[in-house]
């Protein structure tokens, strides 16, 4: 089991919940539009927000907000490691430096000595991007072993410092060198693991790379915190991480819906039916999480031969037929209707289930 950092409001690593991450995109310097951007996050279900700070005037910026949220939030800072005393001062619950560009071991040192008098950790970050020039011949090229030398090198710079609160990131666009990376560090350091594949792209590829990078560590019991890095809206990012999470088992989904492919044998729209009850089930999930209400399962199935069964496993379901389908509750068979009522009689019984968490 990895170490426990405290990152505000939020512990990473050491058995804590994965925390979800994601960082904010506008300009800095904006602090209304900052604001406005964490509280956004925050609302999506963002546990730790990363903030950019590329100079005075967003060191500034970020002060002033820190002011007004609760939000656990990482300075981000690349080649001035005055801005990181800035943000340290200004009340950052972590730093996220890259100790190859902050400079010499001196400014390191500083940073860290102000970190350590705060009490606040830093995510050292190694990115397959950025890798030292001399491990890159050693490796030939970007390989899982040289992002694994390079993180813990540089762990053990900072620990020389007499500093050990620190979180790793090593990130790779490649999934497979990324999946590699990490188990060969998972096995020579204890510090807790920031993962997520960088640069992973536009939605639907980023998606696709971070669900396979991300979902693959979860499962194999690595990783302390995540973040999806999409080219896109950072809600999204948080969405699709709570998603990633929901589908390891590591957070419980409100309401899971399961449905099947089709096939020639279905005779009702199922896919239409599927897409229209994801979308009304997801308000009733979100309100059946403030409620604290039991998480429920939905079955969506396209006809008798796994319907009935399917809906049966399931809190609820529908199984189609000839332009008609069967509804089920608590694996009864409880009304025969038309096509078109399915959807709204599956909505409407879900929608009266008020039964309480922990409720047998
Ligand atoms: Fe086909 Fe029925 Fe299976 Fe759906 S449940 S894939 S309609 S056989």
């Given at each position: 089991?990895?170490?426990?950092?405290?990152?505000?409001?939020?512990?990473?690593?050491?058995?804590?919940?994965?925390?979800?991450?994601?960082?904010?995109?506008?300009?800095?310097?904006?602090?209304?539009?900052?604001?406005?951007?964490?509280?956004?996050?925050?609302?999506?279900?963002?546990?730790?927000?990363?903030?950019?700070?590329?100079?005075?005037?967003?060191?500034?910026?970020?002060?002033?907000?820190?002011?007004?949220?609760?939000?656990?939030?990482?300075?981000?800072?690349?080649?001035?490691?005055?801005?990181?005393?800035?943000?340290?001062?200004?009340?950052?619950?972590?730093?996220?430096?890259?100790?190859?560009?902050?400079?010499?071991?001196?400014?390191?040192?500083?940073?860290?000595?102000?970190?350590?008098?705060?009490?606040?950790?830093?995510?050292?970050?190694?990115?397959?991007?950025?890798?030292?020039?001399?491990?890159?011949?050693?490796?030939?090229?970007?390989?899982?072993?040289?992002?694994?030398?390079?993180?813990?090198?540089?762990?053990?710079?900072?620990?020389?410092?007499?500093?050990?609160?620190?979180?790793?990131?090593?990130?790779?666009?490649?999934?497979?060198?990324?999946?590699?990376?990490?188990?060969?560090?998972?096995?020579?350091?204890?510090?807790?693991?920031?993962?997520?594949?960088?640069?992973?792209?536009?939605?639907?590829?980023?998606?696709?790379?971070?669900?396979?990078?991300?979902?693959?560590?979860?499962?194999?019991?690595?990783?302390?915190?995540?973040?999806?890095?999409?080219?896109?809206?950072?809600?999204?990012?948080?969405?699709?991480?709570?998603?990633?999470?929901?589908?390891?088992?590591?957070?419980?989904?409100?309401?899971?819906?399961?449905?099947?492919?089709?096939?020639?044998?279905?005779?009702?729209?199922?896919?239409?039916?599927?897409?229209?009850?994801?979308?009304?089930?997801?308000?009733?999930?979100?309100?059946?999480?403030?409620?604290?209400?039991?998480?429920?399962?939905?079955?969506?199935?396209?006809?008798?031969?796994?319907?009935?069964?399917?809906?049966?496993?399931?809190?609820?379901?529908?199984?189609?037929?000839?332009?008609?389908?069967?509804?089920?509750?608590?694996?009864?068979?409880?009304?025969?209707?038309?096509?078109?009522?399915?959807?709204?009689t599956l909505i409407d019984i879900v929608s009266k289930d008020t039964t309480k968490k922990n409720c047998?």
């Open positions: 089991m990895t170490k426990q950092v405290r990152c505000g409001r939020i512990i990473i690593g050491g058995g804590a919940p994965v925390s979800i991450q994601s960082m904010t995109n506008v300009d800095t310097r904006d602090s209304e539009k900052l604001l406005a951007q964490i509280n956004a996050l925050e609302a999506a279900g963002c546990d730790i927000v990363r903030v950019a700070i590329p100079d005075e005037a967003a060191a500034k910026s970020f002060a002033k907000v820190r002011q007004e949220t609760e939000m656990a939030l990482v300075a981000d800072i690349h080649f001035n490691y005055k801005l990181a005393l800035a943000a340290i001062e200004a009340g950052a619950d972590k730093i996220r430096i890259n100790p190859g560009n902050i400079g010499s071991d001196d400014r390191v040192a500083k940073v860290v000595d102000a970190a350590g008098n705060k009490g606040i950790p830093i995510r050292v970050g190694v990115n397959s991007g950025s890798l030292d020039k001399k491990l890159l011949e050693k490796h030939g090229g970007v390989t899982a072993a040289a992002l694994a030398e390079s993180a813990i090198g540089t762990l053990g710079k900072i620990e020389r410092m007499g500093f050990d609160d620190l979180v790793l990131s090593i990130k790779s666009s490649n999934v497979k060198i990324n999946y590699d990376a990490h188990m060969l560090v998972k096995e020579m350091t204890e510090h807790p693991l920031h993962i997520g594949i960088t640069e992973s792209g536009t939605p639907e590829n980023g998606r696709l790379k971070s669900a396979i990078g991300i979902g693959s560590l979860l499962l194999a019991g690595v990783g302390d915190t995540l973040r999806v890095s999409l080219t896109d809206d950072p809600v999204n990012e948080v969405i699709f991480g709570r998603r990633i999470l929901e589908s390891v088992g590591l957070r419980e989904k409100s309401i899971e819906i399961v449905s099947c492919p089709t096939c020639g044998r279905t005779e009702v729209n199922l896919i239409e039916m599927a897409n229209e009850a994801e979308e009304r089930l997801r308000e009733i999930g979100d309100r059946r999480d403030l409620l604290n209400l039991k998480p429920l399962k939905i079955a969506v199935m396209g006809c008798v031969v796994n319907g009935p069964g399917e809906s049966k496993e399931a809190d609820y379901g529908i199984a189609g037929g000839n332009k008609e389908g069967l509804v089920f509750a608590h694996g009864e068979i409880i009304a025969k209707v038309s096509e078109d009522e399915l959807i709204p047998i």
